[in-house]
C-alpha cells in the first residue's frame, strides 16, 4: 500500500507541476501545434515547427515560433492575420498537440530503470514516477537522490523524501533531454538487533525510531528466554570512529509502568542487544556489545560500511 501511495503522490506532484510550467514553456523544434481562429472554423490546422525554428501558419505563411511562448505566439499570428487578411479582432488558439521528444536515464533502486520518454514539461517528479522507485522496506533512499544535466558531471542533490512528506518543491527541476537521475539504494541507516529477540538482524532506520520500535519490527522478545530488564544499545561517540557509548535500558519498566526514558531514542548505526536469561551477569552482556561493536568497526575500516 505504501508504494501505491507514493507512487499516486509523485503522479499528482507530476503532474500538478508540469501543468504550473506549460505557460512558461518556450516552443522547440519538432513540437507539433493546433492553431485555430475560434470565430472562424475555416483557419484550423496543425503544423510542425521545422528545423529553421519557423511554422507554416493557414493563409499567412512562415512565421517563428521556436523559443516563444503560446502566449507570444498567440498575439504574434493575431497581429499577423489583423495585417494580412483585415481581421479586426480575431480569438486566435495555439495548442501543442505533441512535444518533441526528449529521454531521460533514472536509474537505482527503482523498479523501470533505463532511458524514459519524456515531454518538455516534464520534472524531476514526474521522471521518478515513471521510474516506480523501490520503497518497500525503504530500499530505495530517497533523501540522496542526484540529477545530473546532459554533458556535465556536476551532480544536483535531489532530497525526494524532502518534496514527498513536505511537500518541498524547491528542487522538482524541469527536465532536459539526456539528463540522468539516480536514486541509491539505502545502504547506511540500519540498527543491527542482536540476541533475544524473534528476528535478530539488520533492520531499516526510519526516523524517528525508539528501542520499542526496533524490538517489534524484529518478531518481539521470545518468551521465558528474553532478559528485557537488561538490554544495551551500542552507539558509536560523535566524532569519534572506533569510540562507542553503552546505554542501558530497563524496557520491563517501559512496559509495566510507562517509563518512557527506557524507551531509548535509537540512532543510525545503533546496535540493540536483547540478553537471554541464560546470560551470566551484566559483565558478559558488556563483553559481548563490544566484541560487536569491535566486529562493526573493523568491518568499516576495511570498506564494509555499516555505521553512517
Same mark, same amino acid.
Given at each position: 500500500?505504501r508504494?501505491?501511495?507514493?507512487a *499516486?503522490?509523485l503522479l499528482l506532484?507530476?503532474a500538478?507541476?508540469?501543468?504550473?510550467?506549460?505557460?512558461?514553456y518556450? *516552443?522547440?523544434q519538432?513540437d507539433?501545434l493546433?492553431?485555430?481562429?475560434?470565430?472562424?472554423?475555416?483557419?484550423?490546422?496543425?503544423?510542425?515547427?521545422?528545423?529553421?525554428?519557423n511554422?507554416?501558419?493557414p493563409?499567412?505563411?512562415?512565421?517563428r515560433?521556436e !523559443?516563444?511562448?503560446?502566449?507570444e *505566439?498567440?498575439?504574434d499570428?493575431?497581429q499577423?492575420y489583423i495585417?494580412k *487578411?483585415?481581421?479586426?479582432?480575431?480569438q486566435?488558439?495555439v495548442?501543442v498537440?505533441r512535444?518533441?521528444?526528449?529521454?531521460?536515464?533514472?536509474?537505482?533502486a527503482?523498479?523501470?530503470a533505463g532511458?524514459?520518454?519524456?515531454?518538455p514539461?516534464?520534472?524531476?517528479?514526474?521522471m521518478v514516477?515513471? /521510474?516506480?522507485?523501490?520503497?518497500?522496506?525503504?530500499v530505495a533512499d530517497?533523501?540522496?537522490?542526484?540529477?545530473?544535466r546532459a554533458?556535465?558531471?556536476?551532480l544536483i542533490?535531489?532530497? =525526494?523524501?524532502?518534496m514527498?512528506i513536505?511537500?518541498d518543491?524547491?528542487?522538482?527541476?524541469?527536465?532536459?533531454?539526456?539528463?540522468i537521475?539516480?536514486?541509491?539504494?539505502e545502504?547506511?541507516?540500519r540498527i543491527l538487533? =542482536?540476541? /533475544?529477540?524473534?528476528r535478530?538482524g539488520?533492520i531499516l532506520?526510519t526516523?524517528?525510531?525508539t528501542?520499542?520500535d526496533?524490538i517489534?519490527t524484529?518478531?518481539?522478545?521470545i518468551?521465558?528466554?528474553?532478559?528485557?530488564?537488561?538490554i544495551?544499545?551500542?552507539?558509536?561517540?560523535?566524532?569519534l570512529?572506533g569510540?562507542y557509548?553503552?546505554?542501558?535500558?530497563?524496557?520491563v519498566?517501559?512496559?509495566?509502568?510507562?517509563d518512557a526514558?527506557q524507551?531509548?531514542?535509537?540512532?543510525? !548505526?545503533d546496535?540493540?542487544f536483547?540478553?537471554?536469561?541464560k546470560t551470566?551477569?551484566?559483565?558478559?552482556?558488556?563483553?559481548? /556489545?563490544?566484541?560487536? /561493536?569491535n566486529?562493526i568497526?573493523? =568491518?568499516?575500516?576495511i570498506?564494509?560500511k555499516? =555505521?553512517k
Amino acid at each position: 500500500m505504501r508504494k501505491i501511495a507514493v507512487a *499516486l503522490v509523485l503522479l499528482l506532484i507530476g503532474a500538478v507541476a508540469a501543468m504550473a510550467q506549460e505557460g512558461n514553456y518556450r *516552443l522547440q523544434q519538432e513540437d507539433v501545434l493546433e492553431i485555430q481562429i475560434l470565430d472562424n472554423q475555416q483557419i484550423r490546422s496543425q503544423v510542425q515547427i521545422g528545423k529553421d525554428g519557423n511554422i507554416t501558419a493557414p493563409f499567412i505563411g512562415a512565421l517563428r515560433a521556436e !523559443g516563444k511562448t503560446i502566449a507570444e *505566439l498567440q498575439e504574434d499570428l493575431k497581429q499577423e492575420y489583423i495585417r494580412k *487578411l483585415r481581421f479586426r479582432d480575431p480569438q486566435v488558439s495555439v495548442v501543442v498537440v505533441r512535444f518533441r521528444s526528449i529521454f531521460v536515464t533514472v536509474g537505482g533502486a527503482v523498479g523501470r530503470a533505463g532511458r524514459l520518454e519524456a515531454r518538455p514539461t516534464d520534472t524531476v517528479l514526474t521522471m521518478v514516477q515513471q /521510474a516506480q522507485p523501490i520503497t518497500q522496506n525503504g530500499v530505495a533512499d530517497l533523501k540522496h537522490a542526484t540529477l545530473q544535466r546532459a554533458g556535465t558531471k556536476e551532480l544536483i542533490p535531489l532530497d =525526494l523524501h524532502a518534496m514527498l512528506i513536505r511537500g518541498d518543491l524547491s528542487q522538482n527541476y524541469s527536465v532536459e533531454d539526456g539528463d540522468i537521475i539516480n536514486i541509491p539504494q539505502e545502504t547506511k541507516n540500519r540498527i543491527l538487533v =542482536l540476541g /533475544a529477540v524473534q528476528r535478530p538482524g539488520t533492520i531499516l532506520y526510519t526516523d524517528p525510531m525508539t528501542l520499542s520500535d526496533a524490538i517489534s519490527t524484529t518478531g518481539g522478545p521470545i518468551q521465558y528466554r528474553s532478559k528485557m530488564s537488561e538490554i544495551v544499545i551500542t552507539r558509536e561517540r560523535p566524532g569519534l570512529p572506533g569510540n562507542y557509548v553503552r546505554i542501558k535500558s530497563n524496557y520491563v519498566r517501559f512496559l509495566s509502568k510507562g517509563d518512557a526514558n527506557q524507551n531509548i531514542v535509537l540512532q543510525p !548505526g545503533d546496535v540493540v542487544f536483547v540478553p537471554d536469561t541464560k546470560t551470566p551477569d551484566g559483565g558478559r552482556i558488556g563483553d559481548i /556489545a563490544g566484541t560487536v /561493536a569491535n566486529i562493526i568497526f573493523t =568491518l568499516d575500516r576495511i570498506g564494509i560500511k555499516f =555505521l553512517k
